[in-house]
């Protein structure tokens, strides 16, 4: 079982329960019990647009979003709060023009095994979806959970309408006002979780298992800040080494310390680790897939500074050169498919024996790579970091590249 599941199953229960409640509400002329049957049709929305928003959440990162799409689970959020608000709204109407008109209920053992059977369902969908979208994090479920929670509880209300109807004529009426009002109630609650997220709400938990992961490891931290997206959280932090440690011990303290940040806390997608006395940044993204990629160094610059989509091409002399890792190369940045930065870099790295075109590549960040040949290995690293790979021709020049 998994959130998806849970939506999915979610939908197919609502459609019942609402086809149920509608009609025997109709039949009755229970305003409480007709808004019930409401509030369960707008379940089914809520359930889709989380289902939908759980799905598009899952998309792997690209080119204009490298934070991926966690977001769409807040805003699936915001569509369900929304939602809940709407119901609760229609809920309060028909309930003071049930006490204003004192329409008669007709008392039918069929209304109190619906609303019963309509309590143990939303119930159990409730604590289902409240279980999975704890444990996976997933805003969009979690106020689906709270919209079939309030459905339950509505329709406890609805059953002690329906029982005292017969001595109190507006007791279907102040039941529908009181189930109403409490849905607002829940949709501020779940509004304000949602926003807060959209905002970029800071993750207090993950910062406290960072603290505390740092403090087992004896590694001071001296700032920390992290940002909850959906349900992915992302952080930044600076430490303190002993200033006598060298470039690469520092470099593998800092690397340990991702790999069991990230190995630690489930939610964790990114981290970047900068090192205070040591002036070196490095970060470890955690991809779709489990697979990690990374970034470290010091704080160097080869080439201008990026503006839009980068492509970079192996050069000598002036010419493609046979290999990925070369001493030169061709800089191109395109914006609205027009070239408007270009420049030949020097690659600092280059040897006759070792190219070092990846190295080349986390300093510059280019989002394309136009070669004749690459390794298997430089272009597993390349596929990792997320670069596009485009093999050109043996006979092909800079001049027959059209940019």
């Known amino acids: ?153 509505s329709s406890i209300g609805v059953l002690i309408g329906l029982a005292l109807v017969n001595f109190f004529i507006i007791a279907d009426g102040l039941i529908a006002i009181i189930i109403g009002l409490y849905i607002l109630y829940e949709s501020y609650n779940v509004g304000r979780t949602t926003t807060d997220n959209l905002l970029g709400v800071k993750d207090e938990k993950t910062e406290k298992i960072i603290q505390k992961i740092c403090q087992d490891k004896n590694i001071p931290v001296s700032e920390l800040k992290t940002r909850k997206i959906g349900p992915a959280t992302f952080a930044e932090l600076t430490i303190k080494l002993q200033t006598d440690l060298k470039v690469d011990q520092a470099e593998k303290i800092s690397k340990n310390l991702q790999e069991e940040l990230l190995n630690k806390i489930a939610i964790l997608k990114q981290v970047v680790i900068q090192i205070e006395s040591h002036n070196i940044k490095q970060g470890t993204i955690r991809p779709r897939f489990g697979k990690k990629f990374g ?5 160097e610059k080869i080439g201008p500074s990026k503006k839009g989509y980068r492509i970079i091409i192996p050069l000598k002399n002036n010419k493609i050169y046979q290999d990925f890792g070369a001493p030169q190369y061709l800089l191109i940045d395109k914006q609205n498919d027009k070239v408007i930065q270009k420049e030949i870099i020097n690659n600092p790295h280059f040897s006759p024996q070792h190219g070092h075109g990846v190295r080349l590549v986390k300093s510059v960040q280019p989002d394309e790579i136009m070669t004749k040949t690459i390794g298997d290995g430089a272009k597993q690293k390349l596929k990792e970091l997320n670069i596009k790979v485009k093999i050109i021709g043996d006979n092909v020049s800079l001049k027959d590249l059209k940019f």
């Open 1 to 153: 079982m998994n959130k998806e599941k849970v939506s999915i199953i979610s939908i197919i229960v609502n459609i019942l329960l609402s086809a149920l409640k509608l009609g025997v509400g109709f039949l009755i002329n229970s305003i409480a019990l007709i808004s019930d049957g409401i509030h369960s049709f707008l379940d089914i929305i809520s359930s889709i647009i989380s289902y939908l928003g759980i799905r598009i959440a899952k998309k792997p990162v690209d080119e204009k979003h490298p934070y991926g799409y966690y977001v769409a689970e807040a805003l699936a959020g915001l569509g369900v709060t929304i939602l809940l608000i709407v119901s609760a709204i229609w809920i309060v109407y028909e309930g003071i023009n049930q006490i204003i008109n004192q329409e008669i209920v007709k008392l039918s053992i069929w209304g109190f095994i619906v609303v019963i059977i309509s309590i143990i369902a939303n119930e159990i969908l409730a604590r289902l979806k409240f279980k999975y979208g704890k444990k996976e994090e997933s805003l969009a479920l979690i106020a689906d959970a709270e919209h079939s929670r309030a459905d339950a509880l």
């Open 295 to 299: 970034f470290r160094g010091k704080f």
